[in-house]
């Protein structure tokens, strides 16, 4: 059943949101952020800053385009996995961490984009998750000082491949500033969003939305509703636990038009149509 407030059909109370990198580049934040707004998205997912001086300007465009900064998406767990073998690497990735929480707790936002590990030929599933684990409770006590709730998402790194185990993954922790990020599309070539979404329920913090396809045996990414993913289930799945955050559309970027036909197709997908 729904949870109580929320309706089983119709528009749900998610907060629409766009990945910074989908706005041009060559664009002041105050510009990519008025040009976000404009196209009707309500807040904004950052990636971390290392400059102090650019993220202070963020956090003045977000404030004068009053367009939240609701998620910062880490930039060094794939180049520097907490699951590497090699102790530099893992500080390289540790340090990453951190200066992302102190973006995070800047901007206001509530979350911090994490991919935990990546199994490789030399880094082995269990080996994964016991190190990045490890890794992880180290950043809890900044996480809970700051406010800041790690969300570990699951992604192409051959880990956390069911919901099961990603469910697991996230009890193990029994902390409430660990929790799920789920997107949508990535799970699509090994299962089904609304089954992730019934069976993460109330672990899932912050969401991604992208569509999938396989073409001639290919998997690719493609513009959202023009996949293989039923948006009716997931938007029934998602009325049933009660979801009422953010989604953040993570897509190819563009120009103002294509911004507004973005959003346009995320309202499609939040009123179940």
Known sequence: MPAMGVAAGGKLPIRKAVLVSMLPKELSYADRFRMAVDAGFEQVECQTITDEREAEEIKKASEAAKLPIHSVMNMAHWKYPLSSPDPAVV???????????????????????????VVTPETSYKQAWGRSQKQIRKLLPLAEQLKVIIAVEEVWNKFLQSPLEFATYVDQFQSPWLKA????????????????????????????????????????????????????????????????GSATVELPGGDAAYLKEVNRRVDLILTGA
């Open 91 to 117: 500080a390289e990735s540790m340090q990453g961490m951190e200066t992302s929480l102190r973006n995070a707790h800047l901007w206001g936002a509530q979350t911090v984009l994490l991919v935990p590990a």
């Open 181 to 244: 990020y789920f997107d949508v599309g990535n799970v699509v070539i090994n299962g089904y969003p609304q089954d992730w979404i019934r069976t993460l329920n109330h672990r899932i913090v912050k969401l991604h939305l992208k569509d999938f396809k396989f073409a001639r045996r290919v998997a690719e990414f493609v513009p959202l509703r023009e996949g293989e993913i039923d948006w009716k289930e997931v938007h029934k799945a998602l009325g049933e636990i009660g979801y009422q």
